[in-house]
C-alpha cells in the first residue's frame, strides 16, 4: 500500500498475509487501511491529550534555558509542535 511504513513485525507480517489469504488482496487491502486510519486517530488523540502538558514543560524548560544563557532552538521546535497539537481539532478527519 503506497505511503504506508513498510511491515518490519514479523507478526503483523504474518497478520497481513493472512488477511491476504482469507478476504483476498483487495479486501485485505481496505481492512488494513481502516485498521490504519483508526491507529492514526488513537493516536493523535492521546497527543491532543498530552499536548497542554508537554506545553506547559517546554515553556518551562525554554524559560530555564534562557535564564542560564544556553541554545533554545531545539525547544523552541518542541514547543511549536506541541502547540500546534494542542491547537488542532479533536474532530476525526472525514
Do not use: N
Request: glycine share 4%; with cysteine; net charge positive.
Amino acid at each position: 500500500m503506497p505511503g504506508q511504513k513498510p511491515i518490519k513485525s514479523d507478526s503483523w507480517a504474518w497478520f497481513k498475509a493472512e488477511l491476504d489469504r482469507l478476504l483476498g488482496s483487495d479486501q485485505a487491502a481496505a481492512l488494513w487501511d481502516e485498521l490504519t486510519r483508526r491507529r492514526r486517530m488513537e493516536s493523535d488523540a492521546k497527543q491532543r491529550k498530552r499536548a497542554a502538558r508537554e506545553v506547559a514543560y517546554f515553556e518551562q524548560h525554554l524559560a530555564d534555558a534562557k535564564a542560564a544563557g544556553r541554545a533554545t532552538a531545539r525547544i523552541e521546535a518542541c514547543l511549536a509542535r506541541w502547540r500546534r497539537i494542542a491547537e488542532s481539532s479533536d474532530d476525526p478527519p472525514s
